[in-house]
C-alpha cells in the first residue's frame, strides 16, 4: 500500500518539476503509438468495411480469424517481428531493428486486428440500416464502404481508441523488437519493467500513473477534437 | 485546432534525432542493474564520440543478437558460451574487462544457516538439507549458467518443491524471492541497487568461486559486414584504458566497490 | 436517350424459403402517370415494387425495359416505408445522390437547397436528419429520391404512418414530380389516396394480380368480389 502512495507521490513529482528523461519518454510513446495508430486504421478501417459490405465465401474465416488474432499474445508478434527484422533475417538490410521503426510495425501488427474487428461490428449494423437505400442507389463498393466510413466515424473513434490503448500499454513486443535502449527506443511501458526489474516500485508506479494519465488525456483530446459531445448522438 | 495538432505532430517527429556515431551494445541485466552504465557511457560519448546505445537483455538472448548480427559487440559474464561464441568464428576475439562477485541472498531468519558456511558448496548443500525454497533465475542467463556450474561444483542436483526456476530477469527474481522468501544467487550489483530489499539479507559472499568475468566481445564482420568494427575497437580500446580502470574501480554503492578492472 | 417504358413483366416470381412472395406476375406499364398498388397487409405490395425496382432477387420469369439495365437503374428511384436517413444533415442527405454521381459538393449542396426547400425543410438544412419527425422524414426521403429527376419513382407506403397534413403535403409533392414528367408507382393501403391520386390502380391478392384497372373504373365498378369487399373495408383474406 505504502508503495501505492510512493507511486502517486513520485509520478506529481516527475509532472511538477516536467523530469526530463520523463518527458522524452513520454515523447517518445506517443510519437510511436500515433504513428502506428494512424498507419493501423488505414489498413484496419477499409477492412471492417469491406466485410461489412462484401459477401464473399472466405468472409467467415476472415472474421474468426481476425478474431483470433485479436487474441495473439504481443510476445509472439515481437518474436514473429524480430525474426523478420533481425540482420539475419529476410528485412534484415533495411536495419530497422532495434528502431523506433520497428516499434511502430510490431505496435501496427498487433491492433490492426482489434481495430478491424471492432469497426466490423460497428458498420455491420450501420450497414444494415444502409443496405436497401445503398443498393437502390446503384452505389459502388467503394462507395459503400465510403459511406460507412464516414457515417461510422463516431463507432470508428472508439475502434482507434480501443486501439491506441492497447499499443501504448504494450510492453512485450516492443520490448524485443525495440530493444528499450535508452534516449532512443524506451517508451513508458519498457520503462516500467526496468524500474520493475530494479525493484523500483514507487519508480514503476509513477511512470504507470503517468501513462494512465496520458491515456486519459488522449482519449479526451480525441474525443473533444471530434466534438462528440457537442453535435450530439446520431 | 488543426495547426496545434500539426505543432504537435513535428515536435514529437523531431524528439528523436538521428545520431551518426552510434553502436549497440548488448549487456546483461546485471551489468545494466549495477548504475555502471550510467557513470561509463557519458564518459566514453565525451572521449570517443561514440553513442553506446544498451541492448539490456540476458547472456542467452545476448549471444543470440550478436550472432544475428543486431548488434555490434556484447558484455557479458559467462565464460564457456563466450569461448564457443568466437569459437564458431561469431566474434573476433574476447577481451576480459572486469570481474565483479556473485552473493548469497536469503530470508534475513537463515533458516538453513548459511551464514556459517565457510564454502559456496557448503552454503549450497546447507540449503538443498533444509529444503529451504531458492530461487534459480532459470532463463540461461550468466548469473543462471553460473549458478547451476555451483550446484555442480558441489556434486548436488537441485530438484523437488523448495527448489524454483521462475524464468526471469535478476531483479524479477529478487523481488520473487523477498515474496516468498527464499534463498537466491544474486550479483552484488543487483543486490545492492535493488530497491525492494525487505525481509532479505546478504548470507555469503567471498568464495573466489564466486566470481564473476566480465568480457567484451565484438562481432565479427567477416559473418555481418555491416557490423561497426570500428567503433566496437575504439571502445574496446576506451574500455581497457585507464581512464576506465579509475571509474570502474572507484564505482561504489553505499560506500561498496563492486567491480575490479582486470583488463590486459 | 430511348424510354424506361414499356416496362414488362413477364412471369416474374420472388420466392425466398420456399415461399412464394409474389408472382407469377405478367405486366406491362407505359410511361405516363401515377400507379397505384393496393392490397391487404403480407399481398405483396412491397416485394412487387422492390422486384420492379431490381432490388430483390428474381427466383423465376423476367423484367424487361425499354433501354438497357444500367440506364435504366440509373433512371430511378425507391422511397422505402420506413425512410432510410444517413447520418448526416439534411442537406448532405439530399445531396447524396448527385455525390455519388461525382458532382463536386458546393454544386450538389446548392441543388439540395432546392430541393430541400420546395418539400419544406428549408429551416432545417443544417440539422442532423434523425432529429427530423416522421412526416420531415419521408420528405427528405422524397426530396433524395427526386434529386436525381428520375424518369421512375418507386414509393413504398410512404404515408404509412403520418397524419393528414403530413400526408396532404406529401401528395402535393407527389403530384407536382408527376406533373413534370416523372413516372410514379406507388404502394399504400390508404383507399383515399389511392382515389385522390391513381391514374391506373393494381390489386394484389396472395401475390398475385387480382385486378388491374384505371382509376374510375376501378372504384367505381370492380369486377371482382375481393376488389369490391376491399374497396368495402372488409376484410380479405
Ligand atoms: N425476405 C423475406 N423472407 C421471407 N418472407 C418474406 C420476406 N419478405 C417478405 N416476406 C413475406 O412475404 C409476404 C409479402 O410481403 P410484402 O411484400 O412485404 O407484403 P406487403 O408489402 O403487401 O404487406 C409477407 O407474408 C411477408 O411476411
Ligand atoms: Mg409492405
Redesign the interface.
Known sequence: MSDLWEGIGQALWLLVTLDADLVEITLRSLRVTLTALVIACAIALPIGAFLAVRRFRARRFTIALLNALMGLPPVVVGLIVYVLLSRSGPFGVMGLIFTPTAMIIAQVVIIVPLISSIAHQALRELWSDYHDLLISLNTTQRQRMAALLWDGRRALLTAALAGFGRAIGEVGAIMIVGGNIDHHTRVLTTAIALETGKGDFAMALGLGFVLILLAIAVNLAIHIIGRTEQEGRW | ?KSL?TGLWV???T??AAFAD?M?LAVT?SFQ?SGLADVLLPAIKEDTGIDV?????GTGQALRLS?????DAILVHSRTAEEAFVAAGYGTHRREIMYNDFVFIGPDTDPADIKAADTASVALAKIADAKSPFVSRGDDSGTHKAELKLWAAADLTPAGNWYRKVGA????T??IASGMPAYVISDRASWL?????DGLALLFAGDPVLFNQYAFLPVNPAK?P?VKADLAQTLEDWLTSGTAKALIDGYEINGETLFTFNAE | MRSLFPLTLTGATIRRKGKRLVGPIDLTLQDQGITIVIGPNGAGKTSLLRMMHGIARLSDGAINWGCDLDTAHAAQSFVFQQPILLRRSVRDNIAYPLRLRGIAKAMARAQADTAGTRVGLGPMLDRPATFLSGGERQKLAIARALITKPALLFLDEPCASLDGRATREIEEILRQAATSGTRLIMSTHDMGQARRLADDVLFLLKGHIHEHAPTPLFFDQPQTAEAAAFLNGDIVE
Do not use: I, R, Y
Not at chain 2, 53 to 57: F, Y
Not at chain 2, 193 to 197: D, H, I, T, V, Y
Open positions: 485546432m495538432l515536435a514529437l517527429a524528439s528523436s552510434d549497440k541485466t542493474n546505445q544498451l541492448l539490456v537483455v550472432e544475428a548480427g543486431d548488434v530477469g535478476m531483479g524479477a529478487l523481488n541497487n535493488f530497491g525492494n530489499k555481418h555491416h
